[in-house]
């Protein structure tokens, strides 16, 4: 497969391939005087997690390293705007579930492109008391996907208002 074209950025000490581009786009000078948060899953199959998330997605794949037997010790991916990271549940990192919202123009689309990479329904996607449009999907890597996008504008008084009167 072809890799998408990537202008070239200076090195900046303990910078990750992604995070390389997005300084080069923002002129980041490379200092780490602010902070980021990249999570990590750690799942029995990166390889495949990956392969899923690009399929079901549309997530970009960056760099990769594996260790001894193949294993994936780390690699990076964009969903979005956002960037995680993915290794191989080992002895010292079991895999562990972990749970994201995705806030989407259309949950309802992106929930069926889920189901149709392999994903389950936790929670149909529907309107909720609480003013969003949302659902919740399990991938085959025990990772939980909350789809969703505002369906009213509601005061947080009113939220709460109704998550009271709703029942569970």
Do not use: C
């Not at 391939?17 to 200092?31: L, V, W």
């Not at 080992?90 to 995705?102: E, N, R, S, V, Y």
């Not at 389950?120 to 969703?148: E, K």
Request: charged letters at 25%; proline letters at 8%; glycine letters at 10%.
């Amino acid at each position: 497969m072809d890799q998408p074209y990537r202008a070239p950025i200076p090195e900046a000490p303990g910078l990750t391939d992604f995070s390389k581009r997005a300084a080069a786009a923002s002129g980041h000078d490379g200092r780490m005087n602010a902070m980021t948060v990249t999570p990590k899953l750690v799942v029995d199959g990166a390889d495949r997690a990956l392969d899923f998330y690009r399929r079901a997605l549309g997530a970009e794949p960056g760099v990769r390293y594996a260790g001894p037997g193949g294993k994936v010790v780390y690699a990076e991916f964009r969903l979005g705007a956002g960037l995680l990271s993915i290794k191989d549940a080992d002895a010292h990192d079991p895999a562990a579930g972990a749970l994201f919202t995705l806030e989407v123009a259309d949950p309802d689309a992106l929930g069926a492109a889920l189901e149709r990479a392999g994903a389950t329904v936790v929670f149909p996607i529907d309107d909720q008391p609480y003013g969003m449009r949302q659902g919740r999907l399990r991938d085959p890597f025990g990772i939980q996907w909350i789809v969703s996008r505002p369906a009213e504008d509601l005061s947080a008084d009113e939220v709460q208002r109704r998550l009271d009167a709703h029942p569970g």
